[in-house]
């Protein structure tokens, strides 16, 4: 079944259309972004049970005008009459400019948005709808994985089950543009902490896609498997500092894509001379059998879509080919400063944040090796397994990757040995110059945000495969 338009933006357009009419007369471009978004987020603990609206719910609109080699923008959450928003708009963006004018304040001159003219509805496929269980069903579902948990084993000491239903709905607007979208994603989440003597541990797993109640299946699949790794965990030590033949699992690998190489090509991060990528284009990067993406239209994910936040059509972005920096990814200013197309990676926190560039689905491309062969190739290293944190420093190429679990390697063989955490540190192209093997299938993880530095936060989903490579550990 196809996800429904917004019924409340589709009773704006009119309105919004008119006032992109009207606001044309005194300036040369006119967009309009209007959002309509409901989350709602589930929790049931062994103490607590909890419905309430998830972060990314909102209702508003924002309004993107041309001013003397200035884009200035005004948000809003009220419809009013055409003449009225315009005037109200139209007040808004002249008095900032004067102010900003009035006070020298610094204004990046930019060249008029050159749209082409398009009119289209996008709506994407749900497998089972929001619909088809109550809100106490879902509940009851939560509440059964959770009482599985503690039951798993006597060590469980506590248990959560979430689950998180976003429904996004946004209408683009302009002189020569009408885009319409929907889409639906879902995630959900199990957590456990397990204690033994002492000794207290925790661990999670999440899952997230592109459609509706479907995912809660995979809570099903997941439960055990993280009690197990929580277990796993009770007596680990520090794996002891040094360089090591390493195997990221899938979710590791996705980390490292949007860690190592990730926010360093965002290009408003060139635009400000803060990534030392801006220097590497065209150049080698990464081994040869390395290849990345990211995109909204690159893979079918959570962080899909048909069109970004500034009306560009999504795409599919091959930002390291075969070991070469290719190219970044871009919003529509920074692409317009730099000279290269936008990428459709545009996007806002809400419709009252400015737009930057940001990651949608980030990853590695598969490979023609197996996961056996890369263990059979070490003989002392570790298998890193369970995404912690991360974060990166893109104007020196720093990275630090920390993983819940090293699983010892030696002698080609899995000792069973685990140590947690791990932290992978290092300079991005020697970490990916080292990658010698690649697998084959593809695993996405998109449970989580993205921050642009310490706010911002937008749904992101990064993955890949094994990967087989050199770095520090700590």
Request: proline share 1%.
């Amino acid at each position: 079944m196809k996800n429904k338009l917004s019924q409340f933006l589709v009773d704006a357009k009119e309105c919004l259309l008119k006032t992109v009419d009207l606001l044309s007369k005194d300036f040369d471009y006119v967009s309009i972004l209007a959002t309509d978004t409901d989350s709602t987020n589930y929790m049931v603990s062994k103490s607590i049970t909890r419905v309430g609206e998830g972060m990314d719910s909102e209702r508003g609109f924002v309004a993107r005008v041309y001013n003397n080699d200035y884009y200035g923008e005004v948000s809003f959450d009220k419809i009013q009459s055409p003449e009225e928003l315009s005037k109200k708009i139209k007040k808004e963006i002249t008095e900032n400019y004067n102010f900003y004018k009035k006070n020298n304040f610094s204004m990046r001159k930019y060249s008029l948005i050159d749209e082409e003219e398009f009119v289209k509805d996008f709506s994407s496929d749900l497998e089972i709808s929001l619909d088809d269980m109550s809100v106490q069903e879902k509940i009851n579902y939560l509440t059964e994985i959770k009482d599985k948990m503690l039951k798993e084993s006597d060590l469980v000491v506590s248990a959560r089950a979430m689950y998180i239903e976003t429904e996004v709905r946004k209408l683009f607007v302009s002189k020569k543009m009408c885009l319409n979208q929907a889409y639906t994603f879902t995630s959900v989440m199990a957590e456990a902490d397990v204690q033994k003597d002492d000794d207290f541990r925790y661990d999670y797993k999440g899952v997230s896609r592109l459609g509706g109640l479907e995912v809660l299946k995979e809570l099903d699949k997941i439960y055990k498997e993280v009690v197990h790794n929580a277990i796993e965990l009770l007596g680990s030590e520090l794996v002891k500092p040094g360089y090591y033949d390493l195997i990221s699992a899938p979710d590791i690998t996705g980390l490292l894509a949007h860690e190592a190489f990730g926010h360093g090509v965002e290009m408003d991060m060139f635009v400000k001379d803060r990534a030392l990528a801006k220097d590497y284009v065209n150049k080698r990067v990464a081994s040869d059998i390395t290849t990345m993406h990211d995109g909204a239209t690159a893979i079918g994910e959570c962080s899909s879509y048909s069109f970004d936040d500034e009306g560009t059509l999504a795409s599919d972005t091959v930002i390291i080919e075969n070991g070469i920096l290719r190219r970044g990814m871009a919003d529509k200013l920074s692409a317009m400063s730099l000279g290269v197309k936008p990428t459709g990676n545009g996007k806002r926190e809400s419709f009252r944040r400015k737009a930057y560039t940001r990651m949608t689905n980030t990853f590695f491309e598969g490979g023609k090796d197996s996961v056996d062969d890369m263990i059979r190739s070490i003989d002392y290293g570790f298998l890193l397994d369970g995404m912690n944190n991360g974060m990166e420093d893109p104007k020196n190429w720093g990275i630090q990757c920390t993983a819940m679990k090293a699983r010892e390697i030696k002698d080609g063989k899995l000792t069973g040995k685990v140590f947690s955490p791990a932290t992978l540190t290092g300079y991005v192209p020697d970490v990916l110059e080292s990658i010698s093997m690649v697998s084959g299938e593809i695993e996405m993880n998109g449970a989580g945000y993205c921050g642009k530095g310490y706010k911002e936060w937008v749904k992101t989903s990064t993955g890949g495969s094994y990967l087989k490579f050199k770095g520090r550990l700590s």
